[in-house]
């Protein structure tokens, strides 16, 4: 009898996540359908470009939940009072119209329906699938950033025309903007690499998750640090690139680089750097130990 009562729960729980789960794609596929095809085609704007990585991250985050499905269903049920505050400011963002807040409900409504039906330890279990929503998420976070980005823009014009002088091209920097050959180019706050930033801490946060090392404080910091000076760095080189190819009259080579499917590229190639990278530090410091244990116990 038991037994029974047993499997009746467990139907019963299994048809209410399905429930759940249609209504979710009921209303969110539109959106993310919406979100894809401006990230592949480009027709969105600007901004929510910059969320891009979502096209890789979404499908990860969906792995982690589809992998996790026997723990969520082992974890006992437990309600916190913050999963129905958050499904209702969910659903008041989602039913608001606005294109920033029907974005946020997503991250908001899921984060309510972990705590609602597993509290804090169902939210800790999907943390990190939840995380990778967020970050992909589009807001105006990017518009927000834009204005502070003047520095950067000068560094990188500045850098920029120190190299290709030093190839023997005569470049005129003046703050942002670099003349050659007649023309001129200019740093914009778009082309400062913030996009390529952001795709590079998203997929550095992927790759730290599916080698373990993502509870490595050190590791961890070093890895994200170095990743942010191997952007940087590449976006140097690209627009030292587009720099040249614009002076040197060949538009074609530009476009490609800057608009075409040659950036694209351009940030895979940089993002592959990543993975050797991680590899190095986590080979380097985890057999760093190991060495001074052998010290210690040798002048032991």
Not at 56 to 64: E, W
Request: aromatic share 14%; with cysteine.
């Amino acid at each position: 009898m038991a037994l029974q009562q047993q499997m009746k729960n467990r139907n019963t729980s299994q048809l209410l996540n399905l429930a759940i789960l249609g209504v979710l794609l009921l209303l969110y596929t539109p959106i993310l359908l919406h979100w894809i095809d401006g990230w592949l085609h480009k027709n969105i704007s600007t901004e929510h470009e910059y969320f891009s990585h979502g096209i890789i991250g979404l499908p990860f985050a969906a792995y982690l939940v589809w992998l996790n499905r026997k723990k969520w269903q082992r974890l006992p049920d437990e309600t916190h009072p913050l999963g129905a505050l958050l499904l209702l400011v969910g659903g008041i963002f989602y039913l608001s119209g606005v294109t920033e807040w029907v974005n946020l409900s997503l991250p908001m409504i899921l984060a309510g329906l972990c705590l609602w039906f597993k509290g804090i330890s169902g939210f800790q279990l999907q943390g990190f699938s939840w995380l990778l929503v967020f970050l992909a998420t589009p807001t105006a976070v990017p518009y927000l950033i834009a204005p502070y980005t003047l520095p950067l823009q000068s560094f990188i014009a500045g850098t920029a025309g120190f190299i290709l002088n030093q190839f023997g091209m005569e470049v005129t920097v003046e703050s942002i903007n670099l003349y050659v050959g007649g023309r001129i180019v200019e740093v914009a706050p778009y082309c400062a690499g913030l996009k390529m930033l952001f795709t590079t801490l998203y997929v550095s946060l992927m790759l730290l998750y599916w080698t373990g090392v993502l509870s490595s404080r050190r590791i961890t910091i070093l890895f994200l640090s170095s990743a942010v000076v191997v952007s940087i760095t590449a976006n140097i080189i690209r627009n030292t690139l587009l720099t040249f190819f614009h002076g040197s009259g060949n538009e074609a080579a530009f476009k490609w680089l800057h608009e075409g499917w040659g950036g694209d590229l351009y940030s895979a190639c940089m993002l592959f750097l990543l993975v050797p990278l991680l590899n190095w530090l986590n080979s380097y410091f985890s057999i760093e130990p190991e060495t001074q244990l052998e010290a210690e116990i040798g002048n032991g």
